[in-house]
Every structure is written in C-alpha cells, then in structure tokens.
C-alpha cells in the first residue's frame, strides 16, 4: 500500500537530512539538508490530505505555505554565506566567528 | 492517479529508489556540487511522488519552485563559493558522526515502528463515507483556489508580504 510506504520515505528523509545537517562542515551543504528535512514534512502532508482530507485539501493548502517559507529561506541563507564568505574567505561552520570582535 | 496496480508499484519503487539514493548522495558527497546536482533528483523524484498522490498542483508548485528556482539557486551560490575549498573539506570519521548517526537511527526506526503500529485502516475507513460526494464536480486545483481566497486568504497576504520582504532583504544583505 502506498500510504505506509509514503510515510516511511518521508521518515528516511527526515532523518537523513538531520544526519547532514549536523554533521555537515560546509554551510551550504547545511542549506540542502535543511531542504531535505523540508521536503520530508511536504510529503507527509500531501500524503494525509490525499487519504484522509480528500474534500477539503488543507494539507496540500499548507504544503504550498511550506514551500513559499523554504522559498524565502533559500534567497535569505545563501544571501548570509556569501556576506560570511567574502568576509572570512571560508563557509565552514565551525570558523564562522564573526562576533567576537 | 488511476494506474494499474502493477504499473502503480513499479513507479513508487523507482521513486523511491531514486529518491533514497539522492538524498544518501546529499549528504555523503565529497563534491558540493555533486551534492547539489542530487538535491536537484530528490526534488524531481518528490514532484513525481506528489502526482502519483492526486497532488498535481502542489506537484507543479514544487516543480516550478523548488527545482526551478531554489536548485538553481543553491548551485549558483555552490559555484560562487566554493572555487578552492572543497579538496581540503575531505571528511574525517569522527566520534560526533557516530554519535549523531546512532541518534538519527534510533530516530528512523521509532518511526518506522510508530507507523507500522497505527492502525490506518481503521481511520480512512472512518472517514472514508463523506468524501464520496461532490468529488467530481470541482478539480483539485479550484479547490484550493477557492481555500486560498477563503479560508486562507489572510495566511496567504502574510506569505506574500514574507516573501517581499526576505527578496529584498537577500539583495540588500548580498549587495554590498
């Protein structure tokens, strides 16, 4: 049955991008497990609006709202590590120290 | 959509292969740009999902903005940057990887177990008589056009006046 499969995928994704975003040192490889982590809860709310809501669709409703959010994350966060970059000439995460001046 | 069963089968396992072996590329990838070129397949595999779930809107929305502008824009920012740093970025097994993958394990499979668990049927059953009526009448897509002109339309003014002011704020803060 699709449904269960749909949400064990769904949990696949979630945890793997956790996975890399804690473990990742480049900040732009955070970005994309950020977007997978995002993409994993769309997927459980299409899923539980095409089984359970089929009348009314909010879950399709607030999954656009999801990917407008990740569309405004996704122009801000590049936007912060190029400002990161050209002033420390790196993206690791671990050597962003930009405060303590 | 209305597919055999067979044929429905066969998609969903090509999907789904697809889509685990993008998202391992994702993070496992020495090569930023490699990772972001399957970021980009995860994002196509989850668009085709949503079409196989009667979604096509929410299938044409991701299509259009997460592999047409949020893709293109992460391998914009990975060729900007990333000119002469990614062969030192080698990865070094530590102990916190270890760490984290024996805490996102024990995450997936109580998971898998919380979902393995539930009784589904029970609940679409449920819920199932009510959906019959006046499913044909209107498509999906005027559904939620409806909802967002309706229900949702303050959330949906919000999002726009959100999205205006993170683009300008991303020129601004890229600009100087």
Redesign the interface.
């Known amino acids: 049955m699709i449904f269960e499969h749909a949400l064990v995928l769904s949990a696949f994704l979630f945890s793997i991008g956790i996975y890399g975003l804690i473990t990742s040192r480049n900040m732009v490889r955070a970005l994309m497990c950020l977007e997978l982590i995002l993409n994993a809860v769309n997927i459980n709310l299409v899923t539980f609006s095409d089984f359970f809501d089929r009348r009314q669709l909010k879950g399709n409703i607030f999954s656009i709202f999801v990917i407008a959010v990740a569309a405004a994350e996704a122009a801000i966060g590049p936007a912060i590590v190029s400002s990161i970059y050209r002033n420390r000439k790196s993206t690791r995460i671990n050597q962003s120290n930009l405060l303590n001046k | 959509m209305d597919l055999s069963e067979s044929l ?1 089968d066969f998609i ?1 396992v090509f999907l ?1 292969s697809g ?2 072996l993008g ?2 590329g ?2 496992f990838f020495t090569n ?1 740009i490699f ?2 070129f399957s ?1 980009g397949l ?2 196509v595999c ?1 668009s085709l ?2 079409i ?4 096509h ?2 299938a044409a ?2 299509l259009l ?2 592999v047409g ?2 893709n293109v ?2 391998i ?3 060729m ?3 000119g002469s ?1 990614y062969d030192q ?1 080698f ?1 070094v097994w530590t102990v ?2 270890g760490i ?2 024996m805490v ?2 024990s ?2 499979i109580s ?2 177990n919380t ?2 668990d539930t009784s ?1 049927h029970g ?2 059953w449920t ?1 199932r008589p ?2 019959i009526l ?2 044909d009448l209107i498509s ?1 897509s005027q ?2 056009g409806i ?2 002109s309706t229900d ?1 339309f303050l ?1 949906f003014e919000l ?1 726009s006046i ?2 205006l002011v ?2 300008i ?3 601004f ?2 600009r ?1």
């Open positions: 429905h969903l789904g889509l685990i998202s391992l994702v993070v930023t990772s972001a970021l995860v994002l989850v999902f949503y196989l779930s009667n979604s809107f929410v929305s991701q903005i997460y502008a949020i824009l992460i914009f920012a990975v900007f940057m990333n740093e970025n990865r916190g990887d984290t993958l996102c394990t995450i997936f998971q898998i979902i393995l589904w609940i679409i819920t009510n959906q006046e499913q999906t559904q939620i909802h967002l949702f959330p999002i959100i999205l993170a683009l704020g991303a020129i803060v890229a100087q």
